[in-house]
């Protein structure tokens, strides 16, 4: 195997194609890159509630790789491994891997500087950088996005992980920025047409209101995948930035039903508690 296939699953990993990449043989790869396999391969199976299977796969090693993945594993399963998971990311936190499965670990915790300061310990690794401009663009730290992106082009020699990280930062941006990083996933959805690249195209068309291309994308999407969350989620948001009042409602209600804990519910019932209690607070005044 040389390392274009190593290329190939990278192109797969992060396109979300997570039933090839879960069903690969690591140890058919060159030993450099075996890790980097299976680590995508455990990560894949993960993304598709595998759990059982990565524990056996790591279990009864002792390594930092085997450690984490175990601890990972049994968070995602729902138990409580908050005791075990910050002493190992307070000791082990020059580990690739424990920066990378840690920064998850504390994201999903809404530990959000903890898992930038993980992260920002990292030695050139490129999804770092991806996980660092993602959470700089959630705390609308625009200019440390945009330093983290430049650092990382001196090394990043094209890799899809950097052009990523790349088309995030733009998709903040405007104009031709924008256009950019439509450009990249428009490319990515022919190169690997996948679910996450098509999801990502479609976000940049509504943000451009190219609404006919948009209608497309959840066309090929609805054949791809269904309707799922995150598909409502964007449904709703098109039916918002068309001024579709009824559709919004009929969206956001099924929204709510799948999934009552999705960002799109949560920032809106905030939204919608927040003005409950100006009006409140207001009518109060009024009274007295």
Known sequence: MDHDELFTLR?????????????????????????????????????????DQ?????????????KTFTLYTNFLKGEDVSKDFDLLVSSSY??????????????????????ITLLQRHENSLECVLLLTQLYIHQNKLDLAKKEVSQASEY?????????????LNSVENGESLRGA???????????PSYRSLIGQLVLNLQLHQFP???EIFRQLDELEGVNDDVLANQ??????????????????????????HPTIVDYNEKNELFDSIVAKYSEQIVN
């Open 156 to 168: 990043a020699q094209d890799s899809i992980i950097f052009n990523l990280a790349e088309a995030y």
């Open 54 to 66: 990565v524990l056996d796969a790591v279990s009864g090693g002792n390594d930092e790789f085997s």
């Open 11 to 51: 192109q797969q990993f992060f396109t979300a194609q997570y039933d090839k990449v879960g069903s690969i043989e690591p140890e058919s790869y060159f030993e450099e890159s075996r890790e980097i396999a299976r680590e995508y391969k455990l990560r894949s199976l993960l993304a598709l509630g595998k759990y």
């Open 213 to 215: 291309e948009a209608e």
């Open 182 to 192: 439509l450009y990249f996933f428009e490319e990515l959805s022919h190169t690997n």
């Open 94 to 115: 020059h580990s690739w891997i424990v920066q990378i499965l840690g920064s998850f670990y504390l994201v999903q915790n809404e530990r959000f500087d903890e898992a």
């Open 236 to 261: 709703v948001s098109y039916a918002s930035i068309i001024g579709d009042e009824e559709l919004v409602e009929k969206k956001r209600q099924e929204l709510q039903k799948s999934n009552p804990n």
